[in-house]
T-cell receptor, first 114, second 114 residues
Framework: DAGVIQSPRHEVTEMGQEVTLRCKPI?????LFWYRQTMMRGLELLIY????????DSGMPEDRFSAKMPNASFSTLKIQPSEPRDSAVYFC????????????FGPGTRLTVL | AQSVTQLGSHVSVSEGALVLLRCNYS??????LFWYVQYPNQGLQLLLK??????LVKGINGFEAEFKKSETSFHLTKPSAHMSDAAEYFC????????????FGQGTTLQVKP
């Protein structure tokens, strides 16, 4: 299994531009999570899906952030418009449905907004 | 509500010395507990987990953790530190409902000195 795949691995953009981060979860996993990691705030859960349906988006910082999961093998996190304070590493993770199973993390996307 | 506290944001040990990373949790139901490791510029990787059964859990790379219900603790230990253990370590607890959502601690950075 290739694990959780994220693209791009690095993204540099200018303030005001739209940014789209992509994630392919492990096949067969029911849950998908988006996290943001910064030095100041640590690891934050932004949103998660169960069977492609958003369950909890209370961690999404602002309306500028949106996430979709059109099918079981693909999810996007979009920031529009981007701001310098959005600079962070964004992780996607997936897990099977049973409670005792761990989350599997992707390698992350390092976003820099100039 | 569930929460996780990791005591010490930075821990420094000498190579060959005992590693002890502390984690305390609060949970209204029997918890499922996890330790993850994050090496520089990588995603989080599972070290070990406790769900049910034996309270002493062994993980990868020689790490182990003991679930102590009376102390609400799940401390991570390794008898002899290697330089390659330098990383950030996260303790996490699962929520009571079957959502797969994890509550993460703030992380502890382990430095290993030669």
């Amino acid at each position: 299994d290739a694990g959780v795949i994220q693209s791009p691995r690095h993204e540099v953009t200018e303030m005001g531009q739209e940014v789209t981060l992509r994630c392919k979860p492990i096949s067969g996993h029911d849950y998908l999570f988006w996290y943001r990691q910064t030095m100041m705030r640590g690891l934050e859960l932004l949103i998660y899906f169960n069977n492609n349906v958003p369950i909890d988006d209370s961690g999404m910082p602002e309306d500028r952030f949106s996430a979709k999961m059109p099918n079981a093998s693909f999810s996007t996190l979009k920031i529009q418009p981007s701001e310098p304070r959005d600079s962070a590493v964004y992780f996607c993770a997936s897990k099977p449905g049973q409670r005792n199973n761990e989350q599997f993390f992707g390698p992350g996307t390092r976003l820099t907004v100039l | 509500a569930q929460s996780v506290t990791q005591l010490g944001s930075h821990v420094s040990v000498s190579e060959g010395a005992l590693v002890l990373l502390r984690c305390n949790y609060s949970s209204s139901v029997p918890p499922y507990l996890f330790w993850y490791v994050q090496y520089p510029n990588q995603g989080l990787q599972l070290l070990l987990k406790y769900t049910t059964g034996a309270t002493l859990v062994k993980g990868i790379n020689g790490f182990e953790a003991e679930f102590k219900k009376s102390e609400t603790s799940f401390h991570l230990t390794k008898p002899s530190a290697h330089m390659s253990d330098a990383a950030e370590y996260f303790c996490a607890v699962s929520l009571s409902s079957n959502t797969g959502k994890l509550i993460f601690g703030q992380g502890t950075t382990l430095q290993v000195k030669p």
